[in-house]
């Protein structure tokens, strides 16, 4: 996964990483738009669970203002925010 | 400007554990007895060992701590907690106002906080109040936004360290989420009343604390601010619950050590009590809770240090096994030791009403049961 074969390969990849992960935990085929706090798919753990896997996985750290449950909300808004967050650590 | 990695590769440092646990033996020495019974830590001695770093083991060395692993953070917890839970249960208070600070803090309130909690200042973490205990989304404390500055309204109860807090990092209610706010003991509006005669950990000062209208710049409230109540005290609650059962594994170390010094001398019917297989199961039974938990902790510890999402369930599972095991290792050696145990402030009665209160901290049994029968369902369902 080089930053630079381009966004939209980075994007897939990263989108399908978290469908994994989510897939994983909670035995259901989370599309990436899916509202996941809406259909109580995450509880107070995985959320945590959610947060640690994304810093680790993808080596970013979401602090301050970042910290927002908007961020977190579907897999593609997760998705944005490691590519915005990689992209700040890149500079 | 995004400053570093999440967690850095397992630290280096955990060389320093032997002479912090050489620190804590001195400083403790045969003290832990009485201070139960004063139900009272001297204050100086709990600045000199904040001061070097046994409150914050895991504080990384850019911010003035040790920078211990989670597994070295643990074993050394066991070790204080073998000798004093009072003392252990500040550890653990202090540690997880440094981990929120470090979490959800920016670089500013990190190297300000974390400067201070490792250079003697006390800490203590405010979750409880008169209507939210294991429901902490009932909390009516607010904190609100007011220009350049924060105000914090409410009551806490049973917030440990509370009596000998130089700060306070406070949960409360912030616009639609909630938020956690680093207030100092002596602002304007801050109120103490000390709990009396807790039944365990009876000197880690525990204390009521009501906040009336108190004014703070707003860089005092911590990042994450309106995120809902539990993703916030969940990474908190996390860091508690193992260094809890950390403390419980140390629990279950002195009640083996009283247990068995006791059993190996103490002669009755001709025979030193070790002897008769009634009083040997219950060694053995030690024995192996002493082994689970400290297994179960380390387990939490590793995921810690990886990185690993697993830790959060697993931080619940050895809380829950650990504190548990505590509650009936300590039982037995109180059995086992009979009126030789049963005076008030010695190690297995303290560490028989210490191990209940860890049954009801950072997550009640009954709370944990609730959280692991969710995640068993989804796992194995």
């Known amino acids: 996964m080089t930053t630079h074969t381009g966004q939209a390969e980075t994007a897939r990849s990263i989108r399908e990483n978290l469908t994994e992960f989510l897939q994983g935990r909670t035995r259901t085929d989370v599309a990436p738009d899916v509202d996941l706090f809406a259909t109580g798919l995450v509880t107070s753990l995985f959320a945590m669970e959610l947060l640690v896997h994304v810093e680790r996985t993808f080596v970013v750290r979401v602090a301050g203002p970042d910290l927002t449950l908007d961020n977190f909300r579907t897999v593609n808004r997760m998705t944005e925010l490691v590519l915005r967050l990689r992209g700040g650590t890149d500079a | ?381």
């Open chain 2, 1 to 381: 400007m995004r400053e570093r990695k999440p967690r850095e590769p397992v630290p280096a440092p955990d060389a320093a554990r032997p002479e912090l646990e050489r620190l804590a033996t001195d400083m403790v020495g045969d003290r832990a007895d009485a201070w139960d019974l004063a139900g009272e830590l001297p204050r100086d001695l709990l600045r000199e060992l904040g001061g070097k770093g046994l409150l914050t083991a895991q504080v990384p060395a850019r911010y003035g701590g040790p920078g211990l692993s989670s597994v070295a953070g643990g074993e050394l917890t066991a070790h204080v907690g073998s000798l004093c839970s009072s003392l252990r249960s500040v550890m653990t208070s202090q540690g997880m106002a440094a981990w929120t600070v470090e979490r959800f803090g920016d670089e500013e309130q990190k190297a300000a906080y974390l400067g201070a909690l490792t250079s003697g200042q006390l800490a203590g973490v405010a979750f409880s109040e008169p209507g939210a205990g294991s429901d902490l989304a009932a909390m009516a404390t607010t904190i609100r936004r007011e220009g350049d500055t924060v105000v914090v309204d409410g009551r806490k109860v049973w917030v440990t360290v509370g009596a000998y807090a130089d700060l306070l990092v406070v949960f409360g209610r912030y616009g639609t989420g909630a938020a956690a706010v680093v207030v100092p003991a002596d602002a304007p509006g801050v109120g103490l009343e000390r709990v009396a005669d807790p039944l365990g950990c009876r000197a880690a000062g525990h204390a009521g604390i009501r906040l009336e209208g108190v004014r703070l710049p707003a860089d005092s409230l911590l990042g994450g601010a309106g995120l809902p109540i539990d993703w916030l005290v969940t990474s908190a609650l996390t860091y508690g619950r193992i260094s809890v059962a950390w403390g419980c594994v140390g629990i279950l170390r002195a009640c083996l050590r009283a247990a068995c010094r006791h059993a190996a001398t103490r002669e009755q019917f001709g025979a030193v009590l070790a002897e008769h297989q009634l009083v040997a199961r219950h060694l053995a039974e030690l024995h192996v809770a002493q082994e689970a938990a400290t297994r179960c902790c380390e387990h939490v510890s590793r995921c810690w240090d990886e990185g690993s999402p697993e830790l959060v369930t697993a931080a619940v599972t050895a809380k829950h096994l650990a504190a548990g095991q505590a509650a009936r290792g300590a039982a037995r050696a109180v059995q086992v030791m009979a009126s030789a145990g049963a005076g008030d402030g010695g190690p297995v009665a303290r560490a028989y009403r210490d191990a209940k209160l860890m049954e009801i901290i950072e997550g009640s049994n009954e709370i944990s049961q609730l959280l692991l029968g969710k995640h068993a369902l989804a796992v194995w369902s």
